[in-house]
């Protein structure tokens, strides 16, 4: 399968033709799933509009569609977003971003409290890689430590640091 025809794979993407919502002007695109997706652009290029009013909008409203028409009557109806079609779409939620307390520090993150959740998930699956050397930073154990200095020429000079403790 060419790059071109993965592209177009519902079941790998989220596929948006001919959107044309707020500023957004006739685009398609191929929003990758199961992938975290960053939308960044000016100010004014159309992130909110395709991110919440088309994405976010349509994922809504198939799911209030799939509802009962009693469980319906209870939700507000959403009109469906000017595109000419979305395809792999799945149900959606969005956090809106409030301010909540008067910290300057606080960000979306911190005040829905998912912050500790996401540094446990990438201090966990994330690799640090050296900005000097470009290889990822292992941690090492005394043996490994050991064999690195016992492989290394007779004459070489290795310096020790190590913390003092009271």
Do not use: W
């Not at 060419?2 to 993407?13: L, R, V």
């Not at 948006?16 to 919502?21: E, P, Q």
């Not at 209030?64 to 319906?72: D, T």
């Not at 007779?154 to 310096?159: G, K, L, P, R, Y």
């Amino acid at each position: 399968m060419s790059k071109k025809e993965a592209e177009k794979d519902p079941h790998k993407n989220i596929i948006i033709k001919g959107a044309r919502v707020h500023n957004l002007k006739n685009i398609d695109v191929a929003i990758p799933k199961n992938k975290l997706v960053v939308v960044t652009g000016m100010s004014g290029s159309g992130k909110s509009s395709l991110a919440f009013d088309t994405l976010y909008a349509e994922g809504q409203r198939r799911y209030v569609e799939s509802l009962s028409s009693y469980a319906r009557q209870f939700m507000g109806r959403m009109n469906k977003p000017d595109v000419d079609y979305i395809k792999g779409i799945a149900p959606a939620i969005a956090i809106e971003q409030k301010v909540i307390t008067s910290n300057p520090l606080s960000t979306v993150g911190t005040s829905t409290e998912i912050y500790d959740y996401l540094k446990l998930l990438f201090s966990r699956i994330g690799k640090t890689i050296s900005p000097v050397s470009g290889k990822e930073v292992k941690k090492d154990s005394v043996s490994t430590v050991v064999d690195f200095v016992g492989a290394l020429p007779a004459d070489t000079t290795v310096t020790i640091f190590c913390p003092l403790y009271p």
